[in-house]
């Protein structure tokens, strides 16, 4: 198990084909104004990669985007509405199709209100993942031995939470209504670049 930094791209051929987990880290939650640091990748064989991105980056990554915009590619997120629309605005692709482990905690986990990636970690795979460095400095010239290890933690996990959650939403009969949230969460990334990100948009509420 090895983490992997990289500068701007991801180099040729690092990865196996099948799904690939995907986070990235930002300077900020307000997507227009902060900017997209770190994006880390994994193909669940116990390597993570990150890519760095640098404050005047072009995000000129033909090696990483060819992967994110691979349509027969799978891509596991944990909170995937914010990771599509950073991809989105500062990469230009649709990182589709997606696999949530947020949404599909909250639609088989319907016994509780945590669905944070500690949670689902600590509860399925029994595992402690630090979130301590969750709020850091993205943007700084070097990445501390702690920022690029929660970096990877934060992909390391989705390949086997994505296993457990298959099983437990067919479980519940609820495969389908999780395949269609996951297919509409590129279009609700693209309404909160828009400036629908306040505003529900099925709400009866005018607003
Ligand atoms: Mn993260």
Same mark, same amino acid.
Not at 31 to 56: K, M, N, W, Y
Not at 95 to 103: E, G, L
């Given at each position: 198990?090895?983490? /992997?930094?990289?500068?701007?791209?991801?180099?040729?051929?690092?990865?196996?084909?099948?799904?690939?987990?995907?986070?990235?880290?930002?300077? @900020?939650?307000?997507?227009?104004?902060?900017?997209?640091?770190?994006?880390?990748? *994994?193909?669940?064989?116990?390597?993570?990669?990150?890519?760095?991105?640098?404050?005047?980056?072009?995000?000129?990554?033909?090696?990483?985007?060819?992967?994110?915009?691979?349509?027969? &590619?799978?891509?596991?997120?944990?909170?995937? &509405?914010?990771?599509?629309?950073?991809?989105?605005?500062?990469?230009?692709?649709?990182?589709?199709?997606?696999?949530?482990?947020?949404?599909? *905690?909250?639609?088989?986990?319907?016994?509780?209100?945590?669905? @944070?990636?500690?949670?689902?970690? %600590?509860?399925?795979?029994?595992?402690?993942? $630090?979130?301590?460095?969750?709020?850091?400095?993205?943007?700084?010239?070097?990445?501390?031995?702690?920022?690029?290890?929660?970096?990877? $933690?934060?992909? &390391?996990?989705?390949?086997?939470?994505?296993?457990?959650?298959?099983? %437990?939403?067919?479980?519940? @009969?609820? $495969?389908?209504?999780?395949?269609?949230?996951?297919?509409?969460?590129?279009?609700?990334? &693209?309404?909160?670049?828009? @400036?629908?990100?306040?505003?529900?948009?099925? *709400? /009866?509420? $005018?607003?």
């Amino acid at each position: 198990m090895t983490v /992997h930094l990289h500068e701007e791209d991801l180099p040729e051929g690092v990865l196996a084909s099948g799904p690939v987990a995907v986070d990235t880290e930002t300077m @900020g939650l307000i997507t227009p104004r902060d900017r997209l640091c770190l994006l880390q990748i *994994s193909d669940g064989g116990g390597d993570e990669h990150l890519v760095r991105f640098a404050p005047d980056s072009s995000f000129d990554a033909p090696n990483l985007k060819a992967v994110l915009g691979d349509s027969g &590619r799978l891509k596991l997120y944990h909170f995937a &509405r914010f990771d599509l629309a950073a991809i989105q605005h500062y990469m230009n692709v649709t990182a589709s199709p997606v696999f949530c482990t947020k949404i599909a *905690s909250k639609l088989v986990r319907t016994y509780t209100d945590r669905h @944070g990636l500690k949670e689902l970690v %600590r509860e399925m795979l029994g595992k402690d993942i $630090s979130k301590q460095q969750q709020s850091s400095d993205w943007g700084a010239p070097e990445l501390t031995d702690a920022q690029q290890e929660y970096a990877a $933690s934060d992909v &390391r996990y989705l390949h086997s939470l994505h296993d457990k959650f298959r099983i %437990r939403l067919e479980r519940e @009969g609820r $495969s389908e209504i999780a395949q269609a949230c996951f297919d509409f969460l590129p279009t609700r990334a &693209r309404l909160d670049l828009a @400036g629908w990100a306040e505003h529900d948009i099925f *709400s /009866h509420e $005018s607003t």
